[in-house]
DNA sequence: AGCCTATACTCAACATATTGAGTATGTCAA
DNA sequence: TTGACATACTCAATATGTTGAGTATAGGCT
């Protein structure tokens, strides 16, 4: 349900296409969003036949015809109904973590050097939002819109420094012996 | 996919019924995996098509009978197959972020409401986990399956800590003018 | 005596998400 | 000029996850 929400938010900020909301997810809400484009154009399907959303058809010369959709006071409505809902944390499915557990069963070799790489990808990724950060720093007065963006990119930020911890943790206790941990003390 | 491939994890440490499965689910495999006994039942009935558990079915007096899966060697092929793959980080879904994205058009209080309620969850469950934890340093030498355990369980730590550190941090920034986070200043 | 919880599993319907193909054209660079 | 990439959307199949009901009985509590 709450991709619809998330949709009705961005189409607050502005009235947009499928596609064009598809690209802002990609770039400012994937750090707590993910939706692929195919989800995003059912969704607005949907979301247009329950009248949250209403679109403009704009004929294009040899492109497909563009529908920029935007928020309808059904729309709006709706978000209101669902805004004060309590939230659950939601559910984590970390494979890393399931082949972190299988260990005992398997060649620590080959836990250590997925350990590694993903840690790179989080301070990869982790990097990308810094430099997202430092964009906000420069604007002395940012409209109220990017005050918020920045508090949920501050969550991105935390994860992924937050993930780069835990692999350094683990990788501490596993890389001494290489191949057995018997020896690390907890904690 | 991975959820056969958790299963067979766990069936790796010792064999189990459908019902056992999920109840460790719910004890130690939480902070990183979330599967309904139903979801179980029915992974199981595939993974037994597909030749990578078997089960014993004990006949119990007044209970249904009771079907003990335990992992094949086509099943520990499987997993030897799926351990070197790479992983990606989960893809993440988090309906309270959208709801801080949503904060410039809604009323702050209930944002605050919900963000203080989620740092106490956040808490409750940091609780658990810390008590849990506490039953890893009384061991003084436990055998491999917990050592790797007790890795799994620091992920989980630290994402709840991190949690609520990111929740303080919103509400100070939030909280001192309680409508208007317009003088607050970043980082 | 009646109710709740735990054990133990099955089936069905629905909701949500992923993957891949298909349609159509403009722009830019090798 | 060929090919990659961006724009812009649609359809279908499959995979995965959620919700709710249904079957059955033991044991403990009120």
């Known amino acids: 349900m709450a991709l619809a929400h998330t949709i ?10 499928g596609y064009d909301i598809s690209k802002r997810f990609e770039e ?22 329950a009248g949250w959303v209403s679109f403009d058809l704009i004929p ?19 978000l209101a109904r669902w805004y004060p809902e309590p939230t659950e944390p939601a559910p984590i499915r970390e ?4 082949k972190v557990l299988a260990g005992a ?16 990808g989080h301070l990869d990724q982790l990097m990308r939002y810094q430099a997202m950060e430092a964009q906000y720093q420069v604007h002395p007065n940012p409209p109220r819109q990017e005050q918020y963006r920045y508090l949920t990119l501050r ?28 020896t690390a003390h907890y904690r």
Do not use: H, N
């Open 95 to 98: 494979d890393l973590l399931v």
């Open 8 to 17: 009705l938010t961005v189409l607050s900020e502005q009235p947009s296409t």
């Open 60 to 78: 294009q010369a040899g492109k497909p015809d563009k529908k920029v959709y935007r928020i309808t006071p059904a729309g709006q409505a709706e």
């Open 28 to 49: 400012s809400v994937s750090c707590y969003w993910k939706a692929s484009q195919q989800q995003i154009y059912r969704e607005l399907g949907k979301m247009e036949v």
């Open 155 to 182: 969550r991105g930020l935390r994860y992924e420094q937050d993930w780069i911890a835990w692999c350094d943790e683990v990788l501490a206790l596993l890389a001494p012996t290489a191949d057995d941990i018997t």
């Open 105 to 120: 069963f398997m060649p620590q070799a080959q836990l250590v050097a997925e350990l590694r790489r993903r840690r790179q």
